[in-house]
């Protein structure tokens, strides 16, 4: 039998067509759509691919929503950008005086308990929004705190990437912004079967049971979950889901092979059959073990400084070995550590999880030390940096981490967080991807640079959009990526794929890994 929730969402209206708001002209047709959805529904989820124009949307958001004292909330290094565009705006469109900037890391912090309780926003407007998926992360912990506290206040998410693999990834987004108009299941029950049935890699397959609660939508639209769920997700009230890019130049992938060295072949071999980093320290998660095999791929890998006392990582090792298990093997939903430390904390889990729980348990509070890179060998990151020097055009460098920027040194201008960097693509300059790969108007580049590919599609549609976006002159954006020969990244690639797939499927939003061309 299906849940109550199918069915309402199944009689959701659909969203109304764009309605003159007297904002001023210039405002593109998808702008007039949101901010008119947005003001009918009290709310909004906003799904916009890159370069729709999603600033103005989140500076007129309160406008039509007769705010008084709204919160825009932006990822650190686009802060200082934002309030430039926004007094600029102002100019142009009624953008309301009760407008405050702040950083998502605010929300971290007990300065942003205190910064919502003085100002008591009636509206907070979350620009790049998937800023806010992870519900573990203490941002959104407070931010759902504040929303349970202030349930009159409203909510607009806006993001070119709101969802990467899975349904949760913006469902408790969804809720705070559109309550019952929400085309997202509320329910925890029927959360977990709609997942089941649409994500990437769900916690596990779907049942019967699932589908039966699928059914009536996918009856409605005569289509698959997936296709079913964009159907009723894009023309849900408060919605909008734009099918387009907002740029449509030509675009290509092109692939440059190195060769590893024996030490860091040795150290992969070491890390995919044993879980273990080349210093001994062993890996509970497929996301630890992707990125430190991504580090070696680069040349080095991560270790304590200072070690940490011996009877901590004997007992770390433990802990380790019997999460990563029940991890892989649990049916109940459990897929984090820290649902398995919750677990093992109340009694639950198998007999060798509790075992190891009472091992871990009394010493786990010892602060884990900072890391410091160990190099393998220096000739990628070298590589790179004559790729970048002798290329035809100025290259944007991205790094993964802090590590490979200061391996560079001062051959390429390097711009870290809370650096602004130099935009101009004059000359060809090195980026923290976490710091600079959201956001930004890059498109002076055209050419740009990675080692190895990103971890999800969701990554790759955001660097890809520095570049790839209105504004953009060159006939052809290009990014090359590295890649280890004997390695390849026939994985990586499929893996990105299946995301593009199930982010087009979902959202019916064309994703830029499938619109451009991939070299040989």
Request: hydrophobic content about 40%.
């Amino acid at each position: 039998m299906a849940s109550k929730e199918a069915a309402r969402i199944v009689a959701l209206e659909r969203a109304p067509d764009a309605d003159d708001l007297g904002l001023g002209a210039g405002l593109r047709p998808v702008q007039l759509q949101a901010l008119s959805r947005i003001k009918a529904a009290g709310g909004g989820i906003v799904a916009a691919g890159v370069g729709h124009g999603k600033f103005l949307i989140s500076i007129l958001a309160p406008t039509v929503l007769a705010s008084k004292r709204a919160l825009l909330l932006v990822p650190p290094p686009l802060l200082q950008q934002t309030r430039d565009e926004l007094e600029k705006w102002r100019q142009i469109y009624p953008v309301i005086d009760g407008l405050t900037v702040a950083a998502y890391s605010t929300l971290s912090t007990m300065q942003g308990r205190r910064m919502l309780l003085e100002l008591a926003p009636d509206l907070i407007v979350a620009d790049e929004a998937h800023a806010l998926r992870r519900l573990e992360s203490a941002r959104t912990k407070r931010l759902i705190e504040f929303y349970q506290k202030n349930p009159s206040a409203r909510f607009v998410a806006l993001s070119g990437t709101m969802t990467a693999r899975s349904l949760k990834d913006f469902s408790h987004l969804s809720e705070i912004a559109l309550r019952h108009l929400s085309p997202v299941p509320r329910s925890f029950r029927a959360l977990r079967s709609w997942s089941r049935c649409v994500d990437v890699r769900p916690d596990e397959p779907p049942t019967a049971a699932d589908y039966r609660d699928i059914k009536p939508l996918t009856d409605r639209y005569q289509m698959k979950a997936r296709e079913s769920f964009r159907e009723r997700f894009a023309s849900g009230p408060g919605v909008v889901a734009t099918t387009s890019q907002g740029y449509e130049g030509s675009l290509t992938f092109a692939p440059v092979e190195y060769a590893l060295t024996p030490a860091q072949e040795k150290s992969l071999e070491d890390l995919d059959q044993l879980w273990r980093t080349p210093d001994g320290r062993d890996l509970c998660t497929a996301a630890e073990l992707a990125r430190t095999r991504r580090q070696i791929l680069t040349g080095y890998y991560t270790r304590w400084s200072p070690m940490p006392p011996r009877e901590w990582l004997a007992a770390r090792s433990i802990w380790s070995k019997a999460a990563r298990e029940y991890l892989a093997r649990n049916r109940s939903g459990i897929d984090s550590l820290g649902l398995v430390a919750k677990a093992a904390e109340r009694g639950e889990g198998s007999p060798a999880l509790l075992a190891a729980w009472e091992v871990w348990e009394p010493v786990r509070g010892y602060p884990e030390p900072p890391t410091v890179a160990v190099w393998i060998t220096g000739h990628v990151v070298d590589l790179a940096v004559e790729l970048a020097l002798t290329s035809d055009r100025p290259t944007l460098l991205w790094s993964e981490s802090p590590h490979i920027l200061e391996a560079i040194g001062d051959r390429l201008p390097c711009y870290g967080g809370g650096v602004e960097p130099d935009a101009s693509g004059t000359v060809s300059i090195a980026l923290s991807r976490r710091a600079h790969g959201t956001g930004r108007n890059l498109q002076s580049f055209a050419d740009s640079l990675t080692i190895g590919l990103p971890p999800s599609c969701a990554v790759f549609e955001q660097l890809i959009g520095r570049t790839h976006r209105t504004g953009q002159t060159a006939d052809v954006v290009q990014l090359h990526y590295m890649s280890a020969r004997g390695v390849g990244v026939k994985q990586e690639r499929a893996s990105l794929a299946r995301d593009a797939r199930y982010i087009e499927t979902m959202t019916g939003q064309a994703t830029k890994y499938t619109a451009g061309a991939w070299l040989k």
